[in-house]
């Protein structure tokens, strides 16, 4: 009878209401067979096999199939009638058809877009000065070749990719916690549970479907040979047959999600982090939601100085990012309770320059060299990086370091404080910040391939063609260079946003609702 109670213990699970008749005539079977099975003699029942349990198989294999099946048949019906997929205009590039394009909608957080967008074209030049523009990486003044313009404090802001991803990291944190939040200070615990449920569900696939895809794409495309073999480049893996690289690219994949990194791509280091952080900000907001607003604020702020003290980078700016949401979302209560005019009408041009001096030095910070780029030696950084470093954030590289990591905060928190009205909103919320924005996952899973495949092959070319022996020449070579790889890149952003990214979200939705 072991068997009958493992079929009616999986009655119980929601396998499907329309399958729950066709178990009741399985069960019945099963209780007749085994009744019959054991009035057997005792070595017949050790000589033939139990029946039964290939019966309870097949049961739930019929079950898996036709969920399967009804999955399946949701998705062909979603790109059947193109609701699911992309438009074949969709594949042009974005620039081609700009112009003729109505602008997107904004919403209260499309700033955050914005930034993100740009962050993600920060990284690029970061690693696009890492291959062709290695002078430029050490600090303004740490030698005597150090003097270039771009390497002048809050101008080398635009190829410091460390510090841009600390704010790819605050902005999840305020992104993911803010409709939850507005619930929960709002009351309203049924739907804070259903969003909660929701976004813990489809994160994972959000952000793991685009990866496994762009590093299938990376270890084909390293087999067929597309990867310039220079000093420069980047170590791909690469089997002896294809049969073998594909069992590479499995064994790298399988422990991505809580890994550091994969082999294909060491760019998407940051996607565990991301994932991590945030099931954390989930269960922060999970726990904190029937708290009173001052004491979650209170205890997020204790998670953040705890995590200071101890150098836990990621979960110091995912927590900051969420406390600067709930911040947010109070003071928007204010300002509806007293008038946003009058509010608004309090605005003076000190605070003004007060706003414009924190963001000059959030700036100065962000700049801050690594340390294996002559930070010690580096013109207004030496005494930030050594004695103003507490112990705990020695030795910490990319956006893990003490001063990067708290000006990413403070960026956020300064451009957030001026309001919907300042100069610092308004500058991410025009089409190209929010073109980026749409397209910087994207973006940062492919231009990592892009520039080491076609960037390449066009800056080579161009170098023969125009010629690198000066500083000149090099400079308007790569110019030239650039002017072609970032086009393409873009429509390749474009590309895999709309086939991949899309799918993956209207995939995990799907999921979901199965």
Request: hydrophobic fraction near 45%; charge should be positive.
């Amino acid at each position: 009878m072991t068997t009958v109670k493992i079929v009616r213990d999986l009655r119980s699970i929601c396998l499907g209401e329309n399958r729950l008749g066709e178990l009741e005539v399985e069960v019945a079977l099963l209780d007749r067979e085994d009744f019959d099975h054991e009035s057997k003699q005792p070595d017949e029942k050790h000589r033939e096999q139990d029946p039964s349990l290939a019966r309870v198989g097949k049961a739930l294999l019929r079950i898996v199939f036709s969920k399967l099946k009804s999955l399946l048949s949701r998705l062909a019906s979603d790109f059947a009638n193109e609701q699911w997929y992309f438009k074949p205009r969709e594949l042009l590039p974005a620039w081609w058809h700009y112009s003729r394009t109505s602008p997107p909608a904004l919403h209260p957080t499309s700033w955050l877009d914005g930034l993100r967008g740009v962050a993600a074209l920060f990284v690029f030049f970061h690693h696009y000065s890492q291959i062709w523009l290695q002078g430029l990486r050490p600090g303004w003044g740490s030698g005597p070749d150090a003097y270039h313009i771009m390497q002048l404090p809050i101008l080398r802001v635009v190829y410091s990719g460390g510090a841009m991803v600390s704010i790819f990291f605050v902005i999840s944190g305020y992104v993911l916690s803010t409709k939850p939040l507005r619930l929960a200070r709002e009351g309203k615990n049924e739907e804070l549970l259903a969003n909660l449920a929701s976004s813990t569900f489809r994160r994972g696939p959000r952000l793991f479907i685009p990866c496994i895809v762009s590093t299938f794409i990376t270890a084909v495309l390293v087999m067929t040979g597309a990867f310039v073999d220079e000093s420069v480049s980047r170590h791909y893996p690469r089997a002896g047959s294809l049969r073998e690289q594909m069992a590479s690219w499995v064994h790298e994949t399988l422990p991505f999600p809580f890994a550091g990194g994969t082999g294909f791509e060491e760019n998407l280091w940051t996607i565990p982090v991301e994932f991590q952080g945030s099931l954390l900000v989930f269960l922060c907001v999970l726990g904190l939601s029937r708290c009173r607003d001052t004491v979650r604020l209170a205890c997020l702020a204790c998670f953040i100085a705890y995590w200071l003290w101890f150098g836990n980078t990621a979960t110091v700016l995912f927590l900051s990012g969420m406390l600067l949401a709930d911040i947010s979302h109070g003071r928007s209560q204010s300002r509806d309770d007293l008038g946003y005019s009058a509010v608004r009408g309090h605005k003076s041009w000190g605070r003004k320059a007060a706003s414009m001096s924190l963001v000059l030095i959030v700036l100065f910070l962000l700049s801050m060299p690594e340390y294996d780029e002559a930070v010690a030696e580096s013109y207004g950084y030496a005494t930030l990086a050594t004695s103003l470093t507490p112990e705990s954030w020695r030795g910490h590289s990319g956006p893990g370091r003490w001063w990067p990591c708290l000006s990413a905060i403070m960026l956020v928190a300064v451009i957030d404080h001026a309001g919907p009205d300042s100069c610092y909103q308004k500058l991410f919320l025009h089409r190209f910040p929010q073109y980026l924005g749409r397209i910087s996952f994207s973006f940062y899973l492919c231009h990592g391939v892009t520039l080491y495949t076609i960037g390449l092959r066009v800056a080579n070319l161009t170098f023969r063609l125009l010629g690198s022996e000066t500083d000149l020449r090099h400079g308007f070579s790569l110019l030239v260079s650039g002017c072609v790889v970032m086009p393409l890149l873009f429509w390749i952003s474009d590309v895999f946003t709309v086939v991949v990214d899309r799918g993956a979200v209207t995939c995990s939705r799907r999921m979901m609702q199965a």
